[in-house]
């Protein structure tokens, strides 16, 4: 039988963090703290370095954890080779994602997932904000950015074309800008922490940093805000193509669009054997994202 420790300890090193494994293994954090301890004493060595901002491993320490993934994994795989596990997606799964992406493109499409895996019991969490996936224990995550953190599994599922846009109202009232320059004279809008707006045309680059006419954390509230024609916003195409498809919003500025280095990715914690359910999850959103509709 594999000694339980040895899989705290894996859990340990993933998450980074004594707290982070605790709340994955659904123990207190001092029950974690004890049971590595009782460990390194059985084993007459110290596998983690611990100060009060991270957790280190030690030299043994790394050489252990090696090992206990391979054996892990060894076991895993046995297991599902045996069981037939492997080849139905089964079990909890957690998944996070942005919310207006969700609302829009995961969510309509979701009983067909659901529809083909019975046995998946599926718990969504929309935000804005980036979850920690190992920290709070998320399956799949689904990340608009130019960049996934180390640590992380990442599939990309397409680009995230960004355009300024505005409602013809607000243009017939305040004008149509030609220059860049001219955006100053102009109310813009955007979400907390998606300034300064960093353009491209061509061989041509431009930011933009601006305080937003209206403060708010919601990408939702900013496309609502520039439907109803308060000001000017730089939106994914995911999020208004089919308002500028229906001239409800049109194109500002239409050779400036934003950094063509933002994708939309699925993401998961890397592991040496990835769960049935997580692997069904990513090519169901392979299937369903396609940003070739919303041009």
């Known amino acids: 039988m594999i000694d339980p420790d040895y899989a705290l300890f894996a859990r340990v090193v993933n998450a980074g963090s004594i707290a982070a494994a605790a709340r994955g293994a659904n ?5 974690a703290s004890r049971r590595l301890a009782r460990l390194e004493a059985r084993l007459g060595v110290r596998l983690v370095q611990r100060t009060t901002r991270r957790l280190a491993l030690t030299p043994a320490g790394e050489r252990f954890h090696a090992d206990v993934v391979a054996i892990l ?62 920290a709070e224990g998320i399956d ?27 409602s013809p109202a607000y243009l ?10 001219e955006l100053s004279a102009h109310r813009l809008l955007a979400a907390a922490g998606q300034m300064p707006w960093r353009l491209v045309a061509g061989a041509r680059r431009a930011s933009v940093d ?6 708010t954390n919601s990408s939702e509230l900013v496309r609502e805000l520039a439907l109803s024609g308060v000001g000017i916003a730089l939106r994914s195409l995911w999020d208004v193509g089919e308002a500028l498809r229906a001239g409800t919003l049109v194109r500002v500025l239409p050779e400036w669009e934003g950094m063509l280095d933002v994708a939309i990715w699925a993401v998961h914690p890397r592991a040496p054997i990835v769960s049935p359910a997580v692997r069904a999850f990513v090519a169901f959103l ?5 940003p070739a509709a919303w041009e």
């Open 27 to 31: 123990i207190s954090p001092a029950m």
């Open 73 to 134: 994994a060894a076991v895993e795989a046995a297991e599902a080779r045996l069981t037939g596990a492997a080849a139905v997606p089964a079990g909890v799964l957690r998944v996070s994602a942005p919310t207006s992406f969700g609302r829009l493109h995961v969510a309509p499409q979701l009983h067909r997932f659901l529809g083909a895996h019975p046995q998946v019991a599926l718990t969504l969490d929309l935000s804005d904000a980036f979850a920690d996936l190992v």
């Open 140 to 166: 799949v995550g689904v990340r608009i950015a130019a960049a996934v953190p180390a640590g992380l599994d990442a599939h990309r599922l397409g680009d995230s074309r960004r355009v300024l846009c505005a």
């Open 172 to 181: 017939a009232q305040a004008g149509v800008p030609v220059r860049i320059a």
């Open 210 to 215: 601006r305080v937003s006419h209206v403060w």
């Open 286 to 290: 392979r299937d369903v994202v396609d």
